[in-house]
């Protein structure tokens, strides 16, 4: 297990102080100890040794591919996992701000509500509650690729894009002023609005490939490849973060 301290209160009371002030603002911070799971991530595959010896270049192409897929497992748990033999991912974490459509847009409409513009506006607010009311800066936003690729496509009533278009650059960088990670492991009509320094990832082991031999492979020429990797996350102060439904 990896220990982490999540924020349990913070008072930042600082003030202008007179020169001749006898006793300064105190402010207050109190946290919680937590321990946090370290999780395994690992998968393997069978391959023959005459494969690895005549084709060299071969190894290399199954060590990216095999390392590919614990990256595309650890988004997974970074964003969803439900805790238990999973990392508990910030998607997952209690106290995250929870801005659904239903409740909260339901009471507090954005700006252009039912318009096309209508997702950005929902960004927009989740980065200023982030500031306002997790007294953080949301420097990150993850989306979808089917909903990026919905507000890239978005037009005004002259069919003009909103955005550069076809002939501009496709790689969306901000948002906003949000830093946007593209990941199809968040699901689709949601985004994560948040501040990265918030959370913290744990490596207890950094990703490795091992080559070894199981039952009998020895003897039948095959070997197995594993990749593993262990890690840990940390919400320091979860409402720092915030699920954003998107309009579909």
Not at 29 to 47: C, D, G, N
Not at 65 to 82: K, T, V
Not at 83 to 110: K, M, R, S
Not at 227 to 233: Q, S, Y
């Amino acid at each position: 297990n990896a220990a982490g301290v999540p924020e349990a209160t913070h008072t930042a009371a600082a003030d202008e102080t007179p020169v001749n002030a006898s006793v300064k603002p105190e402010s207050a911070l109190t946290f919680e100890q937590v321990t946090a799971p370290v999780v395994t991530i690992a998968h393997w595959l069978p391959i023959t040794r005459q494969t690895l010896q005549d084709a060299s270049q071969l190894q290399s192409y199954v060590d990216n591919r095999m390392l590919e897929g614990l990256m595309l497992e650890e988004a997974d748990q970074l964003l969803n996992g439900a805790g238990g033999n999973d990392l508990t991912g910030i998607l997952q974490t209690a106290n995250i701000q929870d801005l659904d459509t239903a409740v909260y847009f339901a009471a507090a409409p954005v700006a252009d509500a039912g318009e096309n513009n209508e997702n950005f506006n929902r960004i927009l607010r989740a980065r200023r509650l982030i500031r306002t009311t997790g007294r953080a800066r949301a420097n990150f936003v993850v989306m979808n690729p089917a909903d990026l690729e919905q507000m890239l496509t978005y037009t005004d009533e002259h069919l003009q894009y909103f955005g550069a278009g076809p002939f501009g650059n496709a790689a969306v960088t901000a948002l906003w002023g949000l830093r946007v990670i593209e990941d199809e492991a968040i699901q689709a009509n949601h985004a994560l609005v948040g501040d990265g320094r918030m959370a913290a990832v744990w490596d207890r082991m950094q990703s490795q490939i091992f080559i070894d031999t199981i039952d009998d492979q020895f003897i039948r020429n095959m070997l197995t490849i594993l990749a593993e990797e262990r890690v840990a996350l940390t919400v320091f102060r979860p409402v720092a973060f915030a699920d954003v439904e998107l309009v579909a």
